[in-house]
């Protein structure tokens, strides 16, 4: 697997602060498989007239190595621990520090202060020996200051290069030199069933290993119960707990698969983690300008059902679906990209870029992919017509309280 050159370039250029977060798996997985047994023949038996003996050729049984060994040797050294600290209001209400109230009330007046520490802690990877690390974006956003740890206990300040809280992905600067990278295995071809291992520091229990496999591949945010994100994940049945985000998901060649980052609360057996080459993308666009431009259409929309005609035509909605396939469009943004292309609400799109669509994460998967700027066919049919339409990517609105 090719080593992206950005990761080489970038070493203090920016210097934003950012954290890092890891992930582990629970339960190491071990193979014994014997590779020969205990035999006897008829010329290893003797007998004679008081008693018979069985005498039988005994084999060793060879134990094959553990490659769950083999991937925390190869890798571990590469996984770190972040340590993040923020300063937070505490919003003490006004009346606490009116000198008529402390005047009567005095010692009885809680003594709040202005601000607290927030602490967090997360795990990380190296990416890069000169001190590149990735990590999620959730453990270090906002955050004044960040402690990264190697394994054999050196410790450093971080700045974070870049965090984008979409796709939940950062990355975080060390100096440092000659560090153990990892290497990178090709998401894409992820199959489930494949085994997993994960390094990190769940509940701050450093350096944990845990084992399962790839239970799936391609959850959509909306599956996982985390619909602000644009990103689809690895399904994972290894156990995840907090501490673990930002580390590294392994295959069984010790080459990450994924950045773990998210669980189901209540669930067991269940976890998530972000496929490695939509990763190593976004913190490509984060190492070079510290920042993420995400493609936008600006509609909102949902797949056709027999339920969903029912209620249109119960609520006496103004446009009625004929259609039973594809994409309807349940409104569209003011001023989007979609609004200047002349997308309508009732619009049903039935394909996207000559490829036909029958799930609304198959059209958000077409717009990631196209870089803002270019145009996306689009077709669709109103009214019972075909019409096809050309609508410009744009750049996905910052909200106002996710601006940096």
Request: glycine content about 10%.
């Given at each position: 697997?090719?080593?992206?050159?950005?990761?080489?370039?970038?070493?203090?250029?920016?210097?934003?602060?950012?954290?890092?977060?890891?992930?582990?798996?629970?339960?190491?997985?071990?193979?014994?498989?014997?590779?020969?047994?205990?035999?006897?023949?008829?010329?290893?038996?003797?007998?004679?007239?008081?008693?018979?003996?069985?005498?039988?050729?005994?084999?060793?049984?060879?134990?094959?190595?553990?490659?769950?060994?083999?991937?925390?040797?190869?890798?571990?050294?590469?996984?770190?621990?972040?340590?993040?600290?923020?300063?937070?209001?505490?919003?003490?209400?006004a009346m606490f520090d009116d000198p008529f109230f402390r005047q009567f009330f005095g010692s009885q007046m809680p003594d709040i202060p202005n601000e607290q520490i927030q602490r967090g802690?997360?795990?990380?990877?190296?990416?890069?020996?000169?001190?590149?690390?990735?990590?999620?974006?959730?453990?270090?956003?906002?955050?004044?200051?960040?402690?990264?740890?190697?394994?054999?206990?050196?410790?450093?300040?971080?700045?974070?290069?870049?965090?984008?809280?979409?796709?939940?992905?950062?990355?975080?600067?060390?100096?440092?030199?000659?560090?153990?990278?990892?290497?990178?295995?090709?998401?894409?071809?992820?199959?489930?069933?494949?085994?997993?291992?994960?390094?990190?520091?769940?509940?701050?229990?450093?350096?944990?290993?845990?084992?399962?496999?790839?239970?799936?591949?391609?959850?959509?945010?909306?599956?996982?119960?985390?619909?602000?994100?644009?990103?689809?994940?690895?399904?994972?049945?290894?156990?995840?707990?907090?501490?673990?985000?930002?580390?590294?998901?392994?295959?069984?060649?010790?080459?990450?698969?994924?950045?773990?980052?998210?669980?189901?609360?209540?669930?067991?057996?269940?976890?998530?983690?972000?496929?490695?080459?939509?990763?190593?993308?976004?913190?490509?666009?984060?190492?070079?300008?510290?920042?993420?431009?995400?493609?936008?259409?600006?509609?909102?929309?949902?797949?056709?059902?027999?339920?969903?005609?029912?209620?249109?035509?119960?609520?006496?909605?103004?446009?009625?679906?004929?259609?039973?396939?594809?994409?309807?469009?349940?409104?569209?943004?003011?001023?989007?990209?979609?609004?200047?292309?002349?997308?309508?609400?009732?619009?049903?799109?039935?394909?996207?870029?000559?490829?036909?669509?029958?799930?609304?994460?198959?059209?958000?998967?077409?717009?990631?992919?196209?870089?803002?700027?270019?145009?996306?066919?689009?077709?669709?049919?109103?009214?019972?017509?075909?019409?096809?339409?050309?609508?410009?990517?744009?750049?996905?609105?910052?909200?106002?309280?996710?601006?940096?």
């Amino acid at each position: 697997m090719r080593q992206s050159k950005i990761w080489k370039k970038a070493t203090t250029s920016l210097s934003l602060i950012l954290l890092s977060g890891g992930i582990a798996l629970g339960g190491n997985y071990l193979i014994n498989s014997p590779q020969s047994f205990a035999q006897n023949s008829d010329s290893e038996t003797v007998t004679n007239q008081k008693n018979s003996t069985t005498e039988v050729t005994k084999t060793a049984v060879n134990l094959p190595q553990n490659y769950v060994s083999d991937v925390v040797n190869k890798v571990g050294d590469s996984v770190v621990r972040i340590d993040a600290s923020r300063k937070v209001s505490t919003n003490v209400p006004a009346m606490f520090d009116d000198p008529f109230f402390r005047q009567f009330f005095g010692s009885q007046m809680p003594d709040i202060p202005n601000e607290q520490i927030q602490r967090g802690m997360g795990s990380g990877f190296v990416v890069s020996s000169d001190g590149l690390i990735l990590t999620n974006a959730h453990v270090v956003e906002g955050s004044d200051e960040v402690k990264v740890t190697l394994k054999d206990g050196r410790s450093y300040e971080g700045k974070v290069m870049g965090t984008d809280p979409l796709t939940d992905v950062g990355v975080i600067k060390i100096e440092a030199e000659d560090l153990p990278e990892v290497a990178f295995a090709d998401s894409e071809q992820l199959q489930p069933g494949e085994y997993a291992i994960a390094i990190g520091n769940p509940l701050g229990l450093d350096n944990t290993v845990t084992t399962g496999i790839v239970s799936a591949t391609g959850r959509s945010s909306s599956q996982v119960g985390i619909a602000d994100k644009r990103v689809s994940f690895i399904q994972t049945d290894a156990a995840i707990n907090p501490g673990n985000s930002g580390g590294p998901l392994l295959n069984a060649n010790g080459q990450v698969i994924g950045i773990n980052t998210a669980i189901i609360q209540g669930a067991q057996g269940i976890g998530f983690a972000i496929p490695i080459d939509a990763a190593r993308d976004i913190a490509e666009e984060l190492i070079a300008k510290g920042k993420v431009d995400h493609p936008y259409l600006g509609i909102q929309m949902t797949a056709i059902t027999p339920e969903l005609k029912d209620q249109l035509k119960a609520n006496n909605e103004k446009w009625q679906l004929t259609e039973d396939e594809g994409i309807v469009i349940v409104n569209v943004v003011p001023d989007s990209p979609a609004d200047k292309a002349g997308l309508q609400a009732g619009d049903v799109i039935q394909k996207i870029d000559d490829e036909a669509v029958s799930k609304a994460e198959e059209i958000q998967q077409a717009v990631r992919q196209t870089k803002v700027g270019n145009e996306l066919p689009l077709q669709i049919t109103r009214d019972g017509k075909q019409v096809n339409l050309e609508v410009e990517v744009g750049v996905l609105p910052v909200p106002q309280t996710a601006k940096r």
